[in-house]
């Protein structure tokens, strides 16, 4: 299928039938706010009046907004936005259900990357793109140098102490630098970190030492940092086009990486299918094509696979693609504009961070192969959260919920990650085993026990599988569940190698779940 090129005026009726918008935060670097955006009657846009209303306001809270670029929603209901003038990482709450962040106590400096702003010492001229890994605590934050100050550089922060920053001793470190001199030669601008836990940066230098394009960053050695001898590679590198400019990063919950080359017009989709640590032919494609004058800074994916574009000319605008053909292309009727400053009576001057409100997580996990619970069966100890280790990762299986566990509305997913691409058996129990820590079987733990109901067997593709997937039935009316149901989740996975016992199989954590009405 050939790459779709629509105009606007197209675009606009793209979508033959209203799809209910999740909750987004969208930051604007022209007049200074962050805009939450909400399809309050579920028409399918944004565009109706009280559906983008100010979340905060440097004119009416008490923090500068210089130039807010990057934009992260985190899973308590704390936005954190990147100002690369303030050389700040700015966090925004809603404490006393008002609507906005604009009180005092509801807005403070997460980070300082000021001289003297943190007890790290750690600077942070130019922050850009940031992510927070749920599996680790970690915040990751791409910030380039401002010429004359500070390293070009990926920044890990974390707060030790609970204490709502990263601002204290031993809190932030620079994860990895750009080896040579700063003047252009890297230029980091969005960060994430992949299902096998590998932290994955967009550089777009300028000067043409270095390529341009999706780096992989892995600390082999434990020492801290990615700065050793063979830790970061080239991951991926966009086919040549013309005066290309990268600024995002994003990774799906499928395990897709997108990015947007603004200079073209271009949305890249690309994973790495065959696990080699590198994109190669087929393993990309040419997502989405605007066809006409844009600018896109940012996009985020949402549980349905749907991506969510922050469009700045030239008009504001968001732009839903759905692959509702799973083709791997944006053709006719998968593109629709859900924001245009021009039908809307909010103007978002211009929009660079673009993210989803995060839905707490629906369950619990339990039962870790990480050595705080039972002892896995031959040494094969995971790392934190996750089940034991396997003959691919080292880490061990993680099984993570996404969505609402609501018999009403069933959203739930099951995700489960780090896994041999194999057959994966996802179910569900009415107990857990042992008492909790687990019971050995296989390369494993089981945790799940009672009575079992098996939801679905999927395949592995890149470590990662899901249930459901479109077809399946719903986890609700798969496990047979009602309101007030207390389940157990895992999943059983395939894993051929001679590890560790004669068994062939082994197990993600588990997770408990009590089902909503």
């Known amino acids: 299928m050939k790459p779709l090129h629509l105009p606007l005026s197209v675009l606009l009726l793209a979508s033959s039938a209203a799809a209910q918008i999740p909750v987004q935060y969208v930051t604007d670097a022209t007049n200074d706010n962050v805009w939450r955006c909400a399809d309050l009657n579920a028409d399918g846009d944004l565009n109706d009046p009280g559906e983008v209303v100010v979340f905060y306001s440097d004119v009416l809270g008490s923090i500068v907004l210089g130039n807010n670029v990057g934009l992260h929603a ?6 954190y936005v990147t100002d690369s003038t303030e050389d700040c990482v700015l966090a925004f709450r809603d404490f006393n259900g008002d609507g906005n962040a604009n009180s005092d106590g509801e807005h403070w400096r997460f980070f300082d990357g000021r001289a003297g702003g943190n007890a790290s010492a750690v600077l ?3 922050a850009n793109g940031l992510y927070f890994d749920r599996n680790t605590g970690v915040w990751w934050v791409a910030s380039s140098n401002s010429g004359s100050t ?3 550089a990926i920044l890990r922060l974390v707060d030790l102490n609970g204490d709502g920053d990263a601002n204290d001793a031993g809190e932030a470190s620079e994860f990895w630098t750009f080896p040579g001199s700063p003047g252009g030669d890297s230029l980091p601008q969005a960060v994430t970190v992949g299902l096998d836990g590998a932290v994955y940066f967009m550089d777009a230098p300028s000067s043409g030492l270095r390529q341009k394009g999706v780096y992989r960053l892995q600390d082999l050695n434990s020492d801290g940092d ?8 080239l991951f991926f590198v966009p086919p040549f086009t013309a005066t290309p400019f990268y600024w995002c990063l994003e990774l799906g919950p499928d395990g897709w990486f997108y990015t947007a080359d603004t200079g073209n017009e271009i949305v890249w989709r690309f994973r790495d299918l065959n696990s080699n640590g590198v994109i190669g032919a087929g393993e990309f494609s040419a997502f989405y094509t605007v066809g006409s004058a844009s600018t896109m800074w940012d996009l985020t994916v949402a549980p349905d696979g749907s991506v969510y574009v922050s469009d700045f000319a030239p008009t504001s605008r968001i732009i839903r693609l759905l692959d509702g053909d799973a083709s791997g292309v944006i053709g006719p009727g998968e593109a629709t504009v859900v924001y245009d400053e021009a039908l809307s009576p909010s103007v978002i001057g211009n929009g660079r961070g673009i993210d989803l409100e995060r839905e707490l997580s629906a369950g619990v996990a339990y039962c870790y192969g990480d050595g705080t619970g039972n002892a896995c069966p031959c040494g094969n100890v995971g790392t934190a959260g996750k089940g034991c280790a396997n003959s691919i990762f080292a880490s061990g299986a993680r099984l993570e919920t996404q969505g609402a566990a609501s018999i009403a509305n069933d959203t739930l997913a099951l995700v489960g990650t780090r896994m041999p691409n194999s057959s994966a058996l996802y179910f569900q129990g009415t107990t857990t085993a042992g008492g909790g820590p687990g019971v050995v079987f296989g390369d ?11 939801l679905g067997t999927k395949s592995n593709v890149a470590g990662l599988s899901r249930y459901p997937a479109p077809g399946d039935q719903p986890v609700s009316v798969r496990g047979q569940n009602a309101a007030g149901n207390v389940r157990y989740y895992q999943v059983w996975y395939r894993n051929a190698a001679a590890f560790c016992t004669p068994d062939t199989f082994n ?6 779940l009590t089902w909503a009405p």
């Not at 197990?507 to 408990?512: D, R």
């Open 226 to 233: 990615a700065m050793d001898v063979g830790e970061e590679t």
């Open 150 to 152: 500070g390293n070009d």
């Open 444 to 454: 494993g733990l089981r945790c799940v026990g009672g009575s079992v109901i098996r």
């Open 507 to 512: 197990l993600s954590n588990g997770v408990e």
């Open 74 to 79: 985190g899973p308590d209901a704390t936005v």
């Open 124 to 126: 942070m001229p130019a």
